[in-house]
Antibody
Framework: EVQLVESGGGLVQPGGSLRLSCAAS????????MHWVRQAPGKGLVWISR????????NYADSVKGRFTISRDNGKNTVDLQMNSLRAEDTAVYYC?????????????WGQGTMVTVSS | QSALTQPASVSGSPGQSITISCTGTSSDVGGFDYVSWYQQHPGNAPKVIIS???KRPSGVSNRFSASKSGNTASLTISGLQPEDEADYYCSSYTSSSTPYVFGTGTKVTVL
C-alpha cells in the first residue's frame, strides 16, 4: 500500500524555523520526483517545491525561494522541507506528493498533510 | 506564475451535469497536455481524478470527463451525486521557473 506520511508541523513564531518530513512506503521511492504543496486555511493549493529522483535538482516557488530547502534520502525513503525565516503567510497545511519520473506530470498520490502555524 | 482561473463555485441538482473551466496561458494549459484535475473533500488530501487532460485513473468514476481547448481545460461531472460535493482543482505543468501551477479551485455544491 502506497503511503506518504508527513510530520513536523506545529506552531512557530515569525522568523523561526521548522523542518517537515515526509516518509514514503509501498513504492519505489527513488523513481519519483517528490513535491511539497501547501494550502492556507480556506484557500487553494499552491505548489512550493520539488526535488529530482536522485536529489540532483530542486525548484522552488518564488514565495519560498531562499527560505525553504528541500532534500531527500533515498536510503530512508524520506523527503524533508527545511523552512527558515517563517512568516505568517506561510501558515498552511503542507502536503507531500509524488510524480513518477518520465511519466505523466500528475500528482498521483498525496500525503494527509501537516499543519504549520506561524504566529506570535 | 499566476494561478489558473477557475469559477469559485458551481452547483447542480442530483443527476445533472456540470462543467468546471480552468483557464491559463500558452505557457501552461495551452502549451502542454499535462493538465490534471483533483478532488478534495473537506479535511482530506487532494485525490487525482483526471491526468493528461482527459485520462481517468483506475477506480475513478466514468462520470468524470475532461478536455482542453486552447488555453482552457474543462472538467465535466455527469449524473451529479451527493458525494461529488467537494472542491476541485486543476493543475498544469508550465514552462516557467515554477514547473507546476494549480487553479484557484471550484466548490461544487449538490443542491
Amino acid at each position: 500500500e502506497v503511503q506518504l506520511v508527513e510530520s513536523g508541523g506545529g506552531l512557530v513564531q515569525p522568523g523561526g524555523s521548522l523542518r517537515l518530513s515526509c516518509a514514503a512506503s509501498g513504492f519505489t521511492f527513488s523513481s519519483y520526483w517528490m513535491h511539497w504543496v501547501r494550502q492556507a486555511p480556506g484557500k487553494g493549493l499552491v505548489w512550493i517545491s520539488r526535488i529530482h529522483i536522485d536529489g540532483s535538482s530542486t525548484n522552488y516557488a518564488d514565495s519560498v525561494k531562499g527560505r525553504f530547502t528541500i532534500s531527500r534520502d533515498n536510503g530512508k525513503n524520506t523527503v524533508d522541507l527545511q523552512m527558515n525565516s517563517l512568516r505568517a503567510e506561510d501558515t498552511a497545511v503542507y502536503y507531500c506528493a509524488r510524480i513518477l519520473s518520465g511519466g505523466s506530470r500528475v500528482f498521483d498520490f498525496w500525503g494527509q498533510g501537516t499543519m504549520v502555524t506561524v504566529s506570535s | 506564475q499566476s494561478a489558473l482561473t477557475q469559477p469559485a463555485s458551481v452547483s447542480g441538482s442530483p443527476g445533472q451535469s456540470i462543467t468546471i473551466s480552468c483557464t491559463g496561458t500558452s505557457s501552461d494549459v495551452g502549451g502542454f497536455d499535462y493538465v490534471s484535475w483533483y478532488q478534495q473533500h473537506p479535511g482530506n488530501a487532494p485525490k487525482v481524478i483526471i491526468s493528461d487532460v482527459s485520462k481517468r485513473p483506475s477506480g475513478v468514476s466514468n462520470r468524470f470527463s475532461a478536455s482542453k481547448s486552447g488555453n482552457t481545460a474543462s472538467l465535466t461531472i455527469s449524473g451529479l451525486q451527493p458525494e461529488d460535493e467537494a472542491d476541485y482543482y486543476c493543475s498544469s505543468y508550465t514552462s516557467s521557473s515554477t514547473p507546476y501551477v494549480f487553479g484557484t479551485g471550484t466548490k461544487v455544491t449538490v443542491l
